[in-house]
């Protein structure tokens, strides 16, 4: 069976991802990589990193304006957003196979006059499914019920209609995307204690449990709602194959905390496989040739493991 061939776009140009995408296409990797972007910008990093860059496949994306390591031009945001549609945009029409991205810098994309909260956001609007947002590191996974919300509008984004599409959604995943055959879900509590029967909330008793034992009656193994301050403890997220939390900073510090270098982002739902670094354009240290190219490592690692397995199912 042949390698999976996958996009490969670096992101903000002005951040890490030209340095980890130079890094990954002078070494091995287990897919054959279409680079969707400015490959001056590249070969310019090489160069100045001292890196040898091996001839490879691109679909160019010329930056409008020249790209200085570490300060960001809304210029250059337009490329930068046409770049992730159009690959994309052949990952839907079936010439690549999966999506790898690297981070993109949302205050210089919305500086542009680009309404862009997130890739995962416009993903799903460009192919039109309900998706879900999911991170991964070695032994765990954890998928969001809302992902870039402020706080105080949490409990109102999690209705009974959207809980649902979301499990159904991590659901078929594991089982299409990972080869889990029965996944075992656990599935958070929204308030401290999971409510305590009531007493500090009522979105488990009113929304969240009815959910669960209506998915339960259809044979998805779901265990909750759980607190999730003792969730993640090693003897219970052993028997989970991915914990479902219900908003951004409840689950992801766990997941981070004990492996960010290889951590990942997975966009579920959509008709290809969609993987991401797990974290940003590090203005910081970009240009510096000191960024870590692990998580890109993994993502890529991931992606087309996810392609394979899809192609294995079509087959």
């Known amino acids: 069976m042949r390698r999976p061939r996958l996009a490969l776009v670096p992101g903000e140009p002005a951040g890490v991802g030209p340095e980890l995408c130079t890094r ?21 990093c090489a160069s100045r990193l001292g890196i040898a860059l091996p001839a490879f496949d691109a679909v160019e994306f010329p930056s409008a304006a020249a790209t200085t390591p570490g300060q960001p031009d809304p210029r250059n945001a337009v490329a930068v957003i046409a770049a992730l549609e159009a690959a994309a945009r052949d990952c839907l029409e079936g010439r690549i196979d999966g999506l ?7 205050a210089s994309v919305n500086a542009a006059g680009i309404a862009y909260t997130g890739t995962t956001e416009l993903l799903a609007k460009q192919s039109r499914r309900d998706v879900v947002m ?5 032994g765990l996974r954890v998928a969001l019920a809302t992902t870039h919300l ?12 959207s809980l649902e599409t979301t499990l159904r959604v991590l659901h078929a995943a594991l089982r299409e995307d990972f080869g889990i055959a029965s996944p075992i879900v656990a599935v958070l509590g929204l308030n401290p204690h999971a409510g305590e029967d009531g007493v500090l909330g009522h979105e488990e008793i009113e929304t969240i449990a009815p959910v669960l034992a209506k998915l339960r009656a259809e044979g998805f ?14 003897a219970k997220s052993r028997g989970f194959d991915a914990v479902l939390a219900m908003y951004h900073d ?8 004990g492996g960010f270098e290889q951590a990942v982002n997975i966009t579920l739902g959509l008709p290809y496989p969609r993987v991401a670094v797990d974290h940003g354009a590090a203005l910081d240290i970009a240009g510096q040739g000191i960024a870590d190219p692990s ?20 087959a």
């Open 100 to 106: 790898v991205t690297g981070p993109v810098h949302k």
């Open 24 to 44: 990954i296409l002078a070494g091995t990797h287990p897919a054959d990589l279409v680079v969707y972007g400015d490959t001056d910008v590249l070969r310019d």
């Open 150 to 161: 402020p706080l105080r509008a949490v409990p109102d984004a999690i209705t009974p209609a």
């Open 295 to 314: 998580s890109l490592v993994a993502a890529i690692a991931h992606c087309a493991r996810m392609a394979a397995h899809r192609r294995e199912r079509a």
């Open 221 to 234: 193994d779901l265990r909750g709602p759980l607190p999730a301050d003792t969730a993640f403890l090693p």
């Open 134 to 138: 999911m991170l991964a590191r070695p």
């Open 250 to 257: 409840q689950g992801l510090p766990v997941l981070k905390a």
